[in-house]
């Protein structure tokens, strides 16, 4: 399986990366910064590091892990970057939260299988 990677930003040691004061973007809303920052809070872990990321912006500890949703993959620091220094996601990263989120949000929920296991002696 292949992710794609986001959030991975230019450093003194690493210039291959986008540079984040390319995507501050102060027009964007609080609500959409909080939806945002939550659902990349949330990701499953997949990778623990030894070292912590310092934040491009302010220097604060930003973390030693790596989260996804099954489609994307980004540093645990960039719900930082978008709640903290308004950090604006490409478009299709932002498409693909609220497409997520609303298919989460109108499932239905099947009880059966877990109610049966209460009845298994």
Excluded: K
């Excluded at 892990?65 to 994307?72: A, K, M, P, S």
Aim: some cysteine; overall charge negative; hydrophobic content about 30%.
């Amino acid at each position: 399986m292949n992710l794609i990677r986001i959030g991975y930003w230019s450093s003194d040691t690493d210039s291959r990366w986008p540079d984040v004061n390319q995507f501050v973007d102060d027009s964007i809303s609080e609500e959409i910064r909080y939806e945002i920052s939550e659902y990349l809070s949330r990701g499953l872990i997949t990778r623990a590091y030894m070292g912590y990321s310092p934040c491009r912006i302010c220097g604060e500890n930003n973390g030693n892990l790596e989260f996804t949703d099954g489609v994307y993959t980004w540093p645990e620091g960039l719900a930082h970057y978008v709640r903290a220094h308004n950090v604006r996601l490409p478009t299709e990263f932002l498409q693909h939260v609220e497409s997520r989120t609303d298919e989460l949000e109108d499932s239905e929920v099947d009880d059966t299988w877990w109610r049966s296991l209460s009845t298994q002696g």
